[in-house]
């Protein structure tokens, strides 16, 4: 028989918390910007299917677009700059001497 100690017997979590975290916050933003975009259109314009008004006859663009285009924006851009990293986890010390 092998002499064990409760430490090297304890199963590591299969993912890290901050990898857990950082899902769940990505999930929570896409839904809040969903519901903040689609809401504020529909606040501003009903159920209709309105399309924006552009200069040439040839492009027509919905508003559903624009707001989708929007929200992938956005995501990208929190993507992007690592909102959602460790690094923005840890705070920043910064020294005056």
């Not at 769940?24 to 910007?33: A, F, G, K, Y």
């Not at 492009?59 to 992938?72: E, K, Q, R, W």
Request: charged share 10%.
């Amino acid at each position: 028989m092998s002499n064990t100690t409760l430490a090297q017997k304890q199963i590591k979590p299969t993912r890290d918390w901050h990898a857990i975290y950082s899902a769940r916050l990505t999930l929570t933003d896409l839904l809040v910007l969903i519901w903040v975009v689609f809401g504020v259109q529909i606040a501003w314009f009903g159920f209709d299917s309105a399309n924006l008004a552009v200069r040439s006859s040839d492009l027509a663009v919905s508003y559903t677009t624009v707001s989708v285009i929007l929200i992938v924006s956005w995501m990208a851009v929190l993507s992007i700059y690592g909102t959602r990293t460790d690094a923005c986890s840890e705070p920043v010390l910064t020294s005056t001497s």
